[in-house]
């Protein structure tokens, strides 16, 4: 296990699936690493999902753009399209990652945005009315996502991504008036995580959280980072701005 790293983010969309033409061969593929190998970089997080889809062959979850179809917008197209031309060469888009960063030496870790997924009833939304993660099928999703990424690939880590989450009601996984009764329960899911990854990876695996700045925007959405670090549940979390 690496104890200081070097993080380069890519979160799959602006300067990857979204740019690229299809169909892709294997040079614009490993593109996400090749463009950081041989710097300092030691460790790439990718984005594996966006709120509405999934960028990889999903058994459990929506791959993104399969709702999309016929597209409209040509940027989606370009990116259901780009994954869909490495499967058509008998190739998943996330493993051909996986495999470039560990021949390149680099460790990989798979970034999950959190605050919805694809497919989700949209009466769950806490815009539309809804409880977020109040709904048991919501932290199940993501759970059982979980399970999958580290069932089925050879990752170094996840990284639960609490931030770039939108909304018009700034809540982004529990009501206002219902946060400080769930946030114990969003502590529990943590710790369900944590277990997983590190169940399923084994020695060396690491679990971390992308949050908000300060510990007051945290709280307010329900995420007492400081416990999840004191009982050990987390081996990293990455503060940013959105």
Sequence with gaps: MRRRRTIYFNDSLHYYLFISEPPMDIGDACRPVDEVAGTAVD??????????????????????????????????????????????????????LIDRAHDKGMDFIADLRLSTYGGMDPAHKIDNGGRGWEHEEMRRHQLEVIEELVTQYPLDGIELDYTAAFGQSGQFYFCAEEVEDYTAVMTAWVGQAAKLVRDKLGNGAQIGARIYPTAETNLAQGLDVGTWLDQGLLDFVIPVLY
């Design 43 to 96: 460790t790439i997080v990718y984005g594996v999902s966006r709120g509405d889809g999934l960028f990889y062959p999903s058994r459990v979850g929506k791959r993104f753009g399969d709702d999309m179809r016929p597209f409209e917008s040509p940027i989606y197209w370009r990116v259901w399209n780009n994954m869909q031309s490495l499967i058509d060469q008998g190739l998943d888009p996330l493993q051909v």
